[in-house]
């Protein structure tokens, strides 16, 4: 699905965000991104879904070159590709229907779009799509009447609704109670599993990581640490991946313990 | 339930909007196809070529700066005595300190303090509408009637109308203020005045700098205006181009106001920004 | 941009710089020039040939003319009044909105949404038209409508036409920057989630722009509007239709009592516009 060949990404300030990334991501595959903040994932993750340019290197999405599309054809790459954002995915004055239904942008005409605005199209898709994600009463609320997870879920189902080929989640749980964050993962994880679709997920919680997801991969200041299955990754591993990051240590012991009730076992290196 | 709930407001507000749009396009006459036709366009472009290039001999540079400067000069003291105006008479309209409210609730007034207040109150909020609602135009044509031609009457008229203006924006925030440091203050039995010095003030001045600077930019459009009428600055200049059919000094003329206008504009901005 | 005034007052006096003694010098300098430049005279108020003027000028207000001849012609000025303000105010969000769309740095060159567009396409499809919009707006909205009125009656004549010109020129420039604000504060993050599921440009402003704008955008339109109607009334002093044409005539004429007519009326319809539009825009921001 994705293929990145020594992929480099310097801002204009100078800063190199990514450097030298070489990965392959297959089709339907989930793959989890772990590492300390400021490590360039985010920055990766917006190269994926296209709305940065690589300095460098080169970028497939499904086998095409991406640097030399076109306006038209990038567009149409863009819908293949379903992002979620950790905060402001969506807008909070418009009602969930309109928000959870503007994932048919890139498929609707402009004419269809604006009258969707003032009678809601496909309405059925939105009240199918919310129920899915577990909030189909809030079909008609206003958006930013919603709690976090809830808009969480509502940027969900928009992506149910846009049907792409991946799905890329930056950080979807982390401005969401720790509670929620167990449902959302594995909402989102199970939809990829059920419908073949490709999962990248950026994922501040190492616990989270390691217990759902086949294929962890350790990000540090822009370079691929490690790209492993879950049971090889050792503590070094994981301490060298967050040395001098102390404060996300203790973070994600502190998930670890709330997680231990539900069953997710993975104990975090002391 | 399911269906996406929606009121009829919005669509009868927008009807009548459409409504006053059509009644009022037949009304103006506004000829559109006129404009934008070949007669039109010609009408304009005569015009234009009638205004290049501005005149800018040294005689009509000067007359153009001495209105620049004078027009600066209406406006600057323009603001300066609407404020002066303005903050007494919002003062006696802020009701929270005359009659109601926290300060006084303990002690009762008697009905005839409590009338002779309300009436204080009625009083200097008519006047700052009635400052407020004559346009500055016809204060200028009043004052240019009282004292004669030249820029004075035009200070007269922006002080008394900005005034009005000002003296509404400054009630609003004065009553809105945080009750809480009125409060502590009453409690320690502090007068009015001095309620008003360390409770309120602080918290309104900010807002009253703001809403002064900004009416500064609205003045300095009309006192180039002003003119028109005989009250001095450049407006006064531009009825005498006009008159004459002088068309490059005109351009020379408006092209000072510009400058005034981008100036006042920008040091209004500047000095919002470093001072709230 | 908004620190308490503690915060302010205690970063000024900590902070060793000039400019608080340098604002009081030009300031007061200001004012010793202006008063002389403006020809302040104070006492001229209190001569007795302005205080008979004024004097006579109180008592010519009142009783205020009702009588049904002056009325008669006063409706329909005041009618032509309140239609220069509508179709000046149209004809300004005609010409704001697209000014005001061009002349927003996020939208043309600046911020997420153009990370992926080349340098020389940005300079030259994005910022090239923001400066030029900015210039215009800025040329349309410093030159006071009174003064595009006159120029207007010049070009096209007497008669309500020019004054809607004038208004729709000064005012588009007036609300193209407001409009242009309005849409920098917009939050561009739902934009680039849309944009990053494929949306064309047209269907990110409708899902993601306007939802966000259009409440304020609407509000401040309302607001231009009712400047709108006291502007046009105004207008009339040079020929442009309206009320103000009429004020012009009675003020020649010293007919103070039908002055305060028109100013009467005009207050009304304010008011009744204020009223009326306050309500729309506390529905509409909700």
């Given at each position: 699905m994705f293929e990145l060949g020594q992929v480099r990404k310097v801002f204009s300030d100078g800063s190199v965000a990514v450097d030298e990334i070489t990965l392959t991501v297959g089709p339907g595959e989930q793959v989890a991104f772990i590492g300390?903040?400021?490590?360039?994932?985010?920055?990766?993750?917006?190269?994926?879904?296209?709305?940065?340019?690589?300095?460098?290197?080169?970028?497939?999405?499904?086998?095409?070159?991406?640097?030399?599309?076109?306006?038209?054809?990038?567009?149409?790459?863009?819908?293949?590709?379903?992002?979620?954002?950790?905060?402001?995915?969506?807008v909070g004055r418009l009602r969930v229907v309109h928000n959870v239904l503007a994932g048919n942008l890139g498929r609707w005409s402009t004419l269809k779009a604006f009258a969707s605005l003032v009678r809601p199209q496909e309405i059925a898709m939105a009240?199918?799509?919310?129920?899915?994600?577990?909030?189909?009463?809030?079909?008609?609320?206003?958006?930013?009447?919603?709690?976090?997870?809830?808009?969480?879920?509502?940027?969900?189902?928009?992506?149910l609704v846009q049907d792409p080929d991946v799905i890329l989640a930056d950080e979807p749980v982390s401005s969401v109670d720790p509670s929620l964050a167990l449902s959302i993962v594995t909402l989102l994880r199970d939809l990829s599993r059920e419908s073949g679709k490709t999962l990248l997920m950026n994922l501040h919680?190492?616990?989270?990581?390691?217990?759902?997801?086949?294929?962890?991969?350790?990000?540090?200041?822009?370079?691929?640490?490690?790209d492993l299955a879950p049971d090889k990754i050792s503590d070094e591993l994981l301490g060298a991946l967050y040395a001098g990051h102390a404060?996300?240590?203790?973070?994600?012991?502190?998930?670890?313990?709330?997680?231990?009730?539900?069953?997710?076992?993975?104990?975090?290196?002391? | 339930m399911d269906a996406v709930r929606r009121s009829p407001w919005p669509w009868l507000i927008l009807t009548g909007f459409v409504l006053l749009i059509v009644w009022s396009y037949r009304g103006t006459q506004v000829d559109l196809g006129m404009?934008?036709?070949?007669?039109?366009?010609?009408?304009?472009?005569?015009?234009?070529?009638?205004?290049?290039?501005?005149?800018?001999?040294?005689?009509?540079?000067?007359?153009?700066?001495?209105?620049?400067?004078?027009?600066?000069?209406?406006?600057?003291?323009?603001?300066?005595?609407?404020?002066?105006?303005?903050?007494?008479l919002s003062v006696l309209t802020t009701r929270t300190l005359l009659y109601r409210g926290i300060l006084h609730e303990r002690h009762h007034l008697s009905p005839l303090s409590k009338g002779i207040r309300v009436g204080i109150y009625g009083t200097a909020k008519a006047l700052l509408n009635l400052f407020r609602t004559i346009p500055e135009i016809v204060w200028a044509l009043i004052f240019v009637f009282l004292v004669g031609l030249g820029p004075f009457p035009g200070v007269l008229a922006l002080g008394f109308h900005t005034g009005g203006v000002l003296g509404k924006l400054f009630g609003e925030v004065?009553?809105?203020?945080?009750?809480?440091?009125?409060?502590?203050?009453?409690?320690?039995?502090?007068?009015?005045?001095?309620?008003?010095?360390?409770?309120?003030?602080?918290?309104?001045?900010?807002q009253f700098l703001s809403y002064s600077l900004y009416r500064w930019e609205v003045n300095i459009r009309a006192a180039a205006v002003l003119g028109f009428v005989g009250a001095g600055g450049l407006g006064q200049r531009i009825h005498v181009a006009i008159s004459l059919f002088l068309e490059n000094q005109l351009l020379t003329l408006i092209l000072a106001v510009y400058v005034m206008v981008t100036l006042v504009d920008w040091l209004s901005s500047a000095l919002r920004r470093r001072l709230i | 941009m908004n620190s308490s005034p503690t915060a302010g007052s205690a970063g000024r006096f900590q902070s060793k710089s000039a400019f608080p003694y340098l604002l009081v010098f030009f300031f007061l300098l200001s004012l010793v020039l202006s008063i002389r430049v403006a020809q302040v005279d104070p006492r001229l108020l209190f001569e007795p040939a302005a205080l008979a003027n004024l004097g006579r000028f109180i008592r010519g207000m009142f009783p205020p003319e009702l009588s049904r001849s002056f009325l008669s012609v006063l409706g329909p000025a005041l009618v032509e009044t309140i239609q220069i303000s509508v179709i000046g105010t149209l004809l300004a969000c005609l010409l704001a909105i697209p000014l005001g769309l061009l002349a927003t740095s996020s939208l043309t060159w600046s911020g997420i949404l153009h990370e992926r567009r080349e340098a020389k396409r940005r300079w030259l499809l994005g910022f090239f038209p923001y400066a030029v919009a900015r210039g215009l707006l800025s040329i349309f909205r410093s030159i006071p409508e009174f003064v595009w009125a006159f120029m207007f009656v010049r070009a096209v004549g007497l008669g309500p036409f020019p004054g809607v010109l004038a208004i729709g020129v000064a005012y588009g420039g007036m609300l193209g920057k407001v409009y242009s604000e309005i849409l920098e504060g917009v939050d561009p993050r739902p934009l680039e989630a849309l944009r990053a599921s494929?949306?064309?440009?047209?269907?990110?402003?409708?899902?993601?722009?306007?939802?966000?704008?259009?409440?304020?955008?609407?509000?401040?339109?309302?607001?231009?509007?009712?400047?709108?109607?006291?502007?046009?009334?105004?207008?009339?002093?040079?020929?442009?239709?309206?009320?103000?044409?009429?004020?012009?005539?009675?003020?020649?004429?010293?007919?103070?009592?039908?002055?305060?007519?028109i100013l009467a009326v005009l207050f009304v319809v304010v008011a009744s516009v204020d009223l009326l539009s306050g309500k729309i825009r506390a529905r509409v921001v909700r």
């Open positions: 300390p903040s400021g490590a360039g994932k985010t920055t990766l993750f917006r190269l994926l879904n296209l709305t940065l340019r690589p300095t460098s290197g080169l970028l497939r999405l499904g086998g095409v070159e991406v640097s030399i599309l076109s306006d038209f054809e990038l567009r149409q790459a863009r819908r293949r590709i379903g992002t979620i954002y950790q905060q402001h995915n969506l009240r199918q799509a919310l129920g899915q994600v577990g909030i189909p009463e809030k079909l008609s609320a206003r958006t930013d009447e919603l709690s976090g997870g809830q808009q969480q879920r509502v940027a969900i189902a928009r992506v919680s190492v616990a989270l990581a390691l217990a759902h997801f086949p294929r962890i991969i350790g990000i540090r200041d822009g370079r691929v640490l490690f404060e996300e240590e203790i973070q994600a012991e502190r998930f670890n313990e709330l997680l231990a009730d539900s069953g997710v076992c993975r104990p975090l290196p002391k | 404009l934008l036709g070949s007669e039109g366009r010609s009408q304009i472009a005569t015009y234009v070529t009638k205004l290049f290039p501005p005149d800018l001999s040294m005689t009509m540079l000067r007359e153009a700066g001495v209105g620049a400067v004078e027009t600066f000069a209406i406006s600057f003291l323009g603001s300066l005595l609407a404020v002066a105006i303005a903050f007494p004065l009553e809105d203020v945080n009750q809480r440091p009125i409060e502590a203050l009453g409690s320690t039995g502090a007068g009015r005045l001095s309620i008003l010095l360390y409770g309120i003030l602080p918290q309104a001045l900010p | 494929g949306a064309t440009t047209l269907g990110i402003v409708m899902y993601g722009l306007l939802p966000q704008a259009l409440p304020n955008v609407i509000s401040y339109t309302l607001y231009r509007w009712e400047c709108a109607i006291r502007a046009s009334a105004i207008l009339g002093f040079v020929g442009a239709g309206g009320l103000g044409q009429q004020v012009e005539l009675s003020m020649r004429m010293f007919q103070f009592n039908e002055v305060i007519t």
